[in-house]
């Protein structure tokens, strides 16, 4: 077998069959052989290195859903011969900018008018994005059915009888806030329900300490002057703040407030109580596709530029 044969196995720079990938890696086992990812490097003149760019703010932590992400994207990158370099940073800093030593990016969070993605789109440089870009037609991404299943969260509380539900939603600059909102607006166009614009309310990461406070804090606001009977949260840790207001204001779930959270960490969610009716947004799924369609990119693959991960309703207590 020839040494052109072994590179490829371990670089992908070139088809091999399943076989004789099979039969190269057995060896190398035998042998503990290791490739060098430095020579890679030399040779192929890549870094064999992605970037991930993940936003942070203030007393920030690593979510559960991000941290998901995260793993898939090692995994995934391990396999093909990459490594990562995670970046978080805060967005309106000039050191964003910098050129860093990676072969393509991984974007999330995205937001409308993202100045991140025009700078990479200027620079012709390879990235995907988690998420919704605001335009479309010239940017790969790997997203959610945000608007279908905000659309079946919303109806789901409906059929059950209620009329008047709070969305605690995403900030109001990011694209899947707009795509949850319509997701929202439809399923009462489909049940002949009035709109009411007041019943959704978005984060502002500035003005709330933590996503859990984020929740709290609304319900106590609301809860008295607009008498909803069901919460639709962003994020768990939103819906965990809403499970200490309900407390403070001597209610119970789902008894006198239903909550359903767009997102399921599910050891939480089994821990709350009443365990916390979540939507399963399949994290690692989000991370292992974007990333195969960033080294898609960066080996001249032909690529699809969107991928939809759908999402799906967990049942629980709330």
Known sequence: MSKGTVSNVFSKKRAVSPEVARQVKKAAKKLNYRPDHIAQSLATKKT??????IPQYDDYEVSYFETKIINSIVRICSENGYKLLLDRFVEDEKEFFIRDPVDGIILLNPRISDVRIEHYQRLKFPFVVIGR??????????????YEIVREVTEHLISEGHKKILFLNAAKDMTVAEDRKEGYYQAFINYGLDIDDTMIVYNDPTKYETESGYGFENIIKHYEEEGFSAVITDTDRVAFGVLRAINKLKLKSPEDMSIIALSNNYQLSLETSPQLTSVELHPEKLGAEATLTLLGLLNDKLTPREKIVNANIVIRES
């Open 48 to 53: 064999m290195t992605i970037g991930l760019k």
């Open 133 to 146: 870009p605001e335009n479309t037609s010239d940017v790969y991404f790997v997203d959610n059915n945000n």
